[in-house]
């Protein structure tokens, strides 16, 4: 059985198909993450030209089939192209972290409109800002986790509840555990089997972020190099320990080589 559908999406992920076709990943608003064809797309009159390219938001009507998860793109209008993302080097490799996330993390075809939201608000996000884009990325992943019921806490204690944020010394170290998603507290430290370790400032960056609503909000704190690196990891390493199917990203291994 086949059914005609209309929705927004984005495109997080293209190849090629046969001679002249693609076969594209979307991220939709109404079916979540979905598979389909375009046939000839490839062609340079195809009436796809310059509307599946990858970050672009567009607006589909697909032939949505129940007995595959392959469907057929019938029409194709772009909404947004995000030109200004594929223009700068540090914009492209944060956006293509964030959409190999959703690509690699997500189930096919569950509808979230949560993560369709975010996922909108940040690649907008990404267009329009110059500087510190990597607090954007983090932003997301906090949100990201938070959607899939893996909320960060960063401000007490996840055993006894004891505010554990307020210290002052930034590069005392802090015990964190994965496991109850919080930091804990000098007496309940040792009940965590694997403790992961953060300065304390960090955790005060990182708590700026949780509470912010729009991304944008933290857009002006500066990180340095090694800051910046902690935070990723850690928040990344926290959805790992979480969310099955999360895998090291091949973006974070091709740009390392193009850095080093």
């Given at each position: 059985m086949t059914e005609i559908v209309k929705t927004e999406a984005f495109v997080i992920k293209v190849r090629k198909y046969g001679e002249s076709s693609k076969i594209v990943c979307l991220y939709s608003e109404k079916f979540g993450k979905i598979n389909a064809i375009a046939k000839g797309a490839r062609k340079p009159k195809s009436k796809f030209a310059n509307c599946l390219d990858l970050f672009s938001l567009v607006s589909l009507i697909i032939y949505k089939k129940t007995t595959t998860h392959l469907h057929l793109i019938s029409d194709c209008d772009l909404i947004k192209p995000y030109y200004r993302i594929a223009e700068n080097l540090k914009k492209y490799e944060i956006a293509l972290k964030t959409i190999e996330l959703i690509y690699s993390a997500v189930h096919d075809e569950e509808e979230n409109q949560q993560l369709f939201n975010l996922l909108k608000k940040t690649m907008q996000n990404y267009e329009?800002?110059?500087?510190?884009?990597?607090?954007?990325?983090?932003?997301?992943?906090?949100?990201?986790?938070?959607?899939?019921?893996?909320?960060?806490?960063?401000?007490?204690?996840?055993?006894?509840?004891?505010?554990?944020?307020?210290?002052?010394?930034?590069?005392?170290?802090?015990?964190?555990?994965?496991?109850?998603?919080?930091?804990?507290?000098?007496?309940?430290?040792?009940?965590?089997?694997?403790?992961?370790?953060?300065?304390?400032?960090?955790?005060?960056?990182?708590?700026?972020?949780?509470?912010?609503?729009?991304?944008?909000?933290?857009?002006?704190?500066?990180?340095?190099?090694?800051?910046?690196?902690?935070?990723?990891?850690?928040?990344?390493?926290?959805?790992?320990?979480?969310?099955?199917?999360?895998?090291?990203?091949?973006?974070?291994?091709?740009?390392?080589?193009?850095?080093?």
């Open positions: 329009v800002v110059s500087n510190n884009v990597n607090n954007l990325y983090f932003h997301f992943l906090i949100k990201f986790g938070e959607i899939f019921g893996y909320a960060y806490n960063f401000q007490k204690c996840a055993k006894c509840n004891k505010v554990v944020i307020d210290q002052e010394i930034s590069t005392q170290k802090i015990v964190y555990d994965f496991s109850r998603g919080g930091p804990l507290c000098s007496k309940c430290e040792s009940i965590v089997f694997q403790p992961r370790v953060v300065d304390l400032g960090i955790l005060k960056i990182l708590n700026k972020f949780e509470t912010a609503v729009d991304g944008l909000e933290i857009i002006n704190i500066k990180l340095n190099a090694v800051d910046t690196f902690e935070i990723e990891k850690f928040l990344f390493d926290y959805l790992r320990f979480h969310i099955s199917g999360i895998k090291e990203l091949k973006t974070q291994k091709i740009f390392k080589k193009i850095k080093d």
